[in-house]
């Protein structure tokens, strides 16, 4: 049995496997309050949109699309907001994994529910805030695609990438600390809570 990670629902974590942890001299980062994002991810035909933060928070990464959870939204209509404010698109999505992200100096911590969708309706735009860009997820197919830019994302992201592209569901606590500019992941754990593919 894999130790709880604090600050995420006990029961989800019931009968989980833990597939990668790292930082165990560290202790977990203590926090007051969490802020509700979403980030969601298209995957289709073997390929995967990503989006260039072009501002704000994460500027000059890759990542999903996604924001804050306004008050009197849920997380999923949030979600289809923000794909459709930051991609221009539409899509029907699926939740894919629960993650909570701290990072010294920030006083709340990010609770973000990630989705993800093998489908979608409009053709991805770019927006004030991303420029969406297709990747392919494996080295079979799409050569003219470039691969995952894992060098411009989060540090953790290639933790849980699998996942969402196997279509497991997952948990994953992630806390970084700030040295100079970088963001650097300092302690993390990763669970699998479905054991369903399909
Ligand atoms: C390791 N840490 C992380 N790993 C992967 N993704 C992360 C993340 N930490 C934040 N994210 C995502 O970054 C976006 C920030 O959203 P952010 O631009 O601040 O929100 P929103 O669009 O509401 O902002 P504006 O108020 O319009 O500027 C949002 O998708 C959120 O899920």
Redesign the pocket.
Known sequence: MSELIPGLDDLSQKGCIEVSSGGSEFEWMKFEQRKL???AFIVVDGKILLGYKKR???VHKY??F???VDAGETSIQAASR?LMEEAGIESSLEHAGTFL?LIAGVEWA?H?DIYRADSYTGTPIETE?MHPHWFRINDEDHLDTPPIPFDKM?E??DLWFPLLLKKRNFIVR?D?IREGERDVLRKWCVKETSFNAS
Do not use: V
């Open positions: 994002y979403t980030n704000g928070f994460g990542n999903g996604g924001g804050k923000e992200f990010f973000i805030e989060w953790s992201d992630t970084y």
